[in-house]
């Protein structure tokens, strides 16, 4: 079964503070992770994919097969990063593909 | 703008009433999917439609049912409603499964 843990439900840091959001997963295959920001009134955009490693908004996530975490990090928060992220997790499925949803983390910066 | 739309915005109904919720998908993706997002629960899967076909099913009550039509819009029917089915549906979709494009989706209140 899949499964993806965001243990903090809210997380505050002040503009500038570094922030990393937790995201652990539990999958026997070989998993695709994700991340999904959701902006106030807005939709669900994809933020980042583990396989592209690339950097967005400054925001990078790594995934470690030891720990089985993928969790997101900036260095510099920006109040316009206050948002609700989602950490996700992909199966191998082919057309069955589907994503398993953490439960979301607020991150809110503060000025 | 994912192109991914879905109606109504806002519904508003009453205990024990029927519901249809529709998604039209971005050009070219088969993939539909339907979440439900609560306070309590999170953002939880319910349904994958691939190409008219239903592909997987996750935590989708019998009350609900959903199916894709042959132009790929989806609808997501909700009967016998309880307060609790109160929610954000989100619908999106997807051409490989692997990255997802949301709707703004559709807040149902059960009043």
């Known amino acids: 079964a899949q499964r993806v843990t965001q243990p903090e439900k809210l997380l505050s840091v002040f503009k500038g503070a570094p922030v990393e959001l937790k995201c652990n997963y539990s999958?026997?295959?070989?998993?695709?992770l994700f991340w999904y920001v959701q902006y106030s009134r807005q939709r669900l955009q994809l933020l980042l994919r583990?396989?592209s490693r690339e950097s967005i908004k400054g925001f990078t996530a790594d995934l470690n097969k030891g720990e089985t975490s993928f969790h997101l990090k900036k260095p510099f928060a920006q109040e316009e990063d206050s948002a609700m992220y989602y950490c996700?997790?992909?199966?191998?499925?082919?057309?069955?593909?589907?994503?398993?949803f953490g439960k979301g983390t607020l991150l809110t910066v503060n000025p | 703008d994912s192109g991914v739309t879905q109606t109504p915005k806002h519904l508003i109904t009453a205990t024990g009433q029927r519901v249809t919720l529709r998604c039209s998908p971005r050009?070219?993706?088969?993939?539909v999917y339907w979440y439900q997002q609560s306070l309590d629960q999170g953002l939880q899967f319910l349904i994958q439609?691939?190409?008219?076909?239903?592909?997987a099913k996750g935590n989708i009550l019998e009350r609900f049912s959903a199916q894709q039509f042959p132009d790929l819009h989806s609808e997501l029917n909700l009967s016998s409603l309880e307060l609790g089915d109160s929610a954000l549906y989100f619908c999106?979709?997807?051409?490989?499964?692997?990255?997802?494009?949301f709707g703004p989706g559709t807040r149902l209140t059960v009043l």
């Open positions: 583990h396989i």
């Open positions: 999106a979709s997807s051409a490989t499964g692997h990255e997802q494009f």
């Open positions: 999958y026997s295959g070989s998993p695709e």
């Open positions: 439609y691939y190409n008219g076909e239903e592909r």
């Open positions: 996700a997790l992909g199966n191998s499925g082919g057309s069955n593909y589907k994503l398993t």
């Open positions: 050009s070219g993706d088969l993939s």
